[in-house]
């Protein structure tokens, strides 16, 4: 399904328009026989995405029958369940709404598959598995680590001191501050914080946001880490990233660089997201306003580039082994996450697994092959892992939950090739 882009004009006339029980049902049955003109496929999805996770089946007509029966249902039953107005944004920022996402769809490569079966009968959760939060470490060039507060989403650094968003101080070059919780102690470092090469870092299962000295702001999701200077000096800003983040690059004269394994990526001012994990063969910068410039190296280190790839709004510079491939994508896939969803565009089945280890704290294993199925929906992040395993499972794949945080994984014969 594509995505639908809006104008800012558009998404508020959206937003003021009341979306009836009638006016969706006669939508879901157009959405059934294929006949849905574009506007009207913009309005069914923008609907659809304003409600909960949704975790049926998306059927097309070379699917059988009685699937497709199935999801209509399944939609005549939502519409029922509510009939309040569309007054909600799916993003903060007025620039895109790309409602792809809104289906969970299981795909076989070479083989379709589907059973209406209970979804309880092959889960086993011994231990209930609870999502991600904001949980961070900052780490000082002394080597002084700093864990942060869980119950604050990000830090600031000032001129002479690092706080949370709240304004409470986490660092401080001289005196004394309040915390965080508004206690009067307060981790010190007797060195400047000039010059000084900090880090941020969130483990498996954390997420948070930092506001660099230029006025930058980036939020790392799990098991990501970010190195940057307290101060910015020189005719460049340069930070490394090893993991996933959004930028929101504070525009200067003077260009921002985002370093990460193989690769470098040159901003004067945008908002881009770029994945960049040591366990995934590729580095993903997905460009959301601005424009970038991306740059390859064939080997960690080297000091022959490739030709700078300039990317466009929309567009994707997926960087495999030092070679770029440039795609326009559905952005709200790609970064979902920081709006508190997972959302999945054609995704393969162990990509998805990664991405759940990771807010999950989980460690995924195989037991034969891995599943050949890819993945087509949303659900938000702060569900319980029972309540996503459970989704999944309708596409003919067992789980099971060893030692609260070991998942085994093994597909059905159906699902193996």
């Not at 069914?44 to 049926?56: G, N, T």
């Not at 979804?119 to 949980?135: F, Y």
């Not at 506001?211 to 490394?240: C, H, M, Q």
Request: hydrophobic share 35%; glycine share 6%.
């Amino acid at each position: 399904m594509p995505a639908i882009f809006l104008t800012k004009g558009e998404i508020q006339a959206r937003m003021d328009k009341r979306f009836t029980e009638d006016y969706i049902e006669k939508l879901a049955h157009k959405y059934k026989e294929g006949t849905l003109s574009p506007d009207e496929l913009a309005d069914f999805e923008y609907w659809y995405a304003s409600h909960d996770d949704h975790v049926f089946v998306h059927s097309d007509a070379r699917r059988p029958r009685q699937v497709k029966e199935r999801i209509l249902n399944k939609i005549l039953q939502q519409v029922g369940s509510t009939n309040k107005p569309l007054i909600q944004s799916i993003l903060h920022k007025w620039w895109v709404i790309a409602v792809a996402a809104i289906f969970l769809v299981a795909v076989v490569t070479s083989l379709y598959f589907y059973s209406n079966r209970s979804i309880d009968r092959h889960l086993s959760i011994v231990t209930e598995v609870v999502p991600g939060g904001n949980k961070a470490t900052l780490t000082l060039a002394n080597g002084k680590k700093v864990a942060l507060d869980s119950s604050q989403s990000g830090i600031i650094i000032g001129e002479e001191n690092i706080k949370y968003n709240n304004g409470y101080t986490v660092l401080a070059e001289k005196g004394r501050g309040p915390s965080a919780s508004g206690k009067s102690t307060v981790n010190r470092n007797s060195s400047s914080l000039n010059n000084q090469m900090l880090s941020l870092s969130t483990p498996k299962g954390g997420q948070y946001q930092v506001i660099l000295e230029d006025g930058t702001k980036v939020w790392l999701n799990a098991a990501s880490t970010l190195k940057y200077p307290s101060r910015f000096s020189g005719d460049t800003r340069e930070v490394f990233l090893e993991g996933e983040a959004f930028f929101e690059v504070k525009k200067s004269n003077a260009p921002f660089i985002v370093k990460s394994k193989n690769q470098a990526v040159l901003v004067l001012g945008t908002e881009f997201n770029l994945s960049s994990y040591a366990d995934e063969k590729w580095t993903k910068t997905t460009l959301v306003s601005g424009a970038v410039q991306v740059t390859s190296y064939e080997e960690k280190g080297s000091t022959n580039p490739s030709t700078p790839q300039k990317l466009i709004p929309g567009q994707q510079a997926k960087n495999t082994n030092g070679q770029i491939a440039v795609k326009t994508v559905d952005i709200t896939s790609e970064i979902a996450w920081r709006y508190g969803k997972f959302m999945f565009t054609d995704k393969p089945f162990k990509q998805v697994m990664n991405e759940l280890a990771r807010w999950y704290n989980l460690e995924v294993v195989y037991e034969g092959n891995v599943p050949e199925v890819k993945f087509f929906g949303g659900i938000k992040r702060d569900n319980k892992l029972t309540a996503v395993l459970h989704i999944l499972e309708d596409a003919g794949i067992d789980f099971s939950i060893q030692d609260h945080h070991k998942l085994l994984v093994k597909a059905s014969k159906n699902n193996i090739h």
